[in-house]
């Protein structure tokens, strides 16, 4: 599932081509009620969280959410498409530009004026001035809750998806399974201002790094740990059952965040990975 990253990248992307355009075409396959026309202008190509929107000067805002196989895409005129026609759920064309969201699961035409659909997210940490403080300020409600479970919850901060959430979790050296109620404010800080530095360093152009030197943990089960070699293990967590890769050594149970050694052998516990899993 594209995190917050990747949809103000993609944002970036369309919004090159679009924004301030007049719209030759669209087609939105299977929506059923009020529609952009051509002859409209876009005004506006935005991401909030891993929402992407596309204001139209007709009051319209066109609101996509990619969640684990949509895309947009962006076709010069006449070039082929990479993907099935089939899978395209929004089809926006302006002079020199088709821009195509494929197989995305939330495709809907909203009133711009009428933005409820957003007002559930918390705080987007993908922007410049992300606003910590309300994220921290968010996760005090979910005491109880396991933080690998929390930071994904978009109500808390938006943004974070299941790489960041691993990623994190092993850079703050914070133990997956810590109660919110286990973590001290200063903790909860990190986890954030971690993950909004991690998610705005991918806002520019090249390659997707989602931690510089390479992931320490996302995906590398039974691998050596970057920072002090213990394998990588998995488990999985909350009700959707997501997948979290996690240090045992870096992120033991007694750790709460901040310093660690990892050079303490009775800090050091083998790895209890259960097999790969592809869980973006
Ligand atoms: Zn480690």
Redesign the pocket.
Known sequence: MPEGDTIHRTAGRLRTALDGCVVTGVDFARWVGPTPTAGETVDAVRARGKHLLIDFSGGLTLHTHMGMSGSWHLYPDADRWRRPRHLARAEVSVDGWTAVCLAAPLVRLERRDNPRHLDHLGPDLAVADADTDAAVARLGSQGSVEIGVALLDQRVASGIGNVYKSEVLHACGVDPTARVADLDLVARRQLFETAARLLRANLGAGPRRTVVGGLAVYGRTRRP?R??G?PVAVMRQGSQARATYW?P??QPPSCRGGSYD?ADPAARASGTGRGEVDDR
């Open positions: 740990c920072r002090c213990t240090c050594t870096c990892p």
